[in-house]
Every structure is written in structure tokens, then in C-alpha cells.
Nanobody, 125 residues
Framework: QVQLVESGGGSVQAGGSLRLSCAAS????????MGWFRQAPGREREGVAV????????YYADSVKGRFTISQDNAKNTVYLQMNSLKPEDTAMYYC??????????????????WGQGTQVTVSS
């Protein structure tokens, strides 16, 4: 069973930064679609950023473009989400997700088959 473990969440002031990590274990594939999603109370789950490791392609939600950066460390089997210039509206539970050994990769939550437990991000004004 593939396991995804998120870390790095916390509480920060508006304008601050956080770096989320997603450590993946149990995968023997090299071409994966890895994504970060978030969900605030009363809101639907939305895609934040996605990276397709097979091609090095990245995708970002318009609301975070220019502020967030998704990256990977192949040696550590870890995906990161660097979040800068955080805003109160970024407050949510953030989830790491994966679709393994795939040629399909997008921002759609329905494409992903593995999910982490989530890490809370709270941004105060």
C-alpha cells in the first residue's frame, strides 16, 4: 500500500511563508502525478498545485500562481509545496495526493487515487 505523509503545516501571519512536505513510500514507479489540494470548512476540495514527474510539468491554481511553488526531490521520494506571501484565504487543510505510473495528470481531484492525512495551514490577518 502506498503511503503519503504530509508535514510542515502550522499557523502564520499574513505575508509569511510555510513549506509543506509530502513523503511517499511504497511506490516503484517513476512517472507519477503528484498534487497538493486544500479544503476549508464549508468549501469543496480544490487543486492547488500539481507536478507530473515523468515530464517535469507543473500546474497551479490561479489563486496561488506566483506565490506557491511545487517541487520534488527524487532521492528522498518527497514532494514539496513552498508557500510564500500567505493570505488568510489560504487557510485550509492541505492534502497530498498521487496517481502512480500514469500518463494522465491534471488538477482534477478525481484523478488521484492515493491521499495523505492532511496538514492544517492557518493564516491570520
Amino acid at each position: 500500500q502506498v503511503q503519503l505523509v504530509e508535514s510542515g503545516g502550522g499557523s502564520v501571519q499574513a505575508g509569511g511563508s510555510l513549506r509543506l512536505s509530502c513523503a511517499a513510500s511504497g511506490s516503484r514507479y517513476s512517472s507519477n502525478c503528484m498534487g497538493w489540494f486544500r479544503q476549508a470548512p464549508g468549501r469543496e476540495r480544490e487543486g492547488v498545485a500539481v507536478i507530473y514527474t515523468g515530464m517535469g510539468r507543473t500546474y497551479y491554481a490561479d489563486s496561488v500562481k506566483g506565490r506557491f511553488t511545487i517541487s520534488q526531490d527524487n532521492a528522498k521520494n518527497t514532494v514539496y509545496l513552498q508557500m510564500n506571501s500567505l493570505k488568510p484565504e489560504d487557510t485550509a487543510m492541505y492534502y497530498c495526493a498521487a496517481r502512480l505510473n500514469t500518463m494522465a495528470c491534471s488538477m482534477s481531484p478525481g484523478l488521484f487515487t492515493y491521499w495523505g492525512q492532511g496538514t492544517q495551514v492557518t493564516v491570520s490577518s
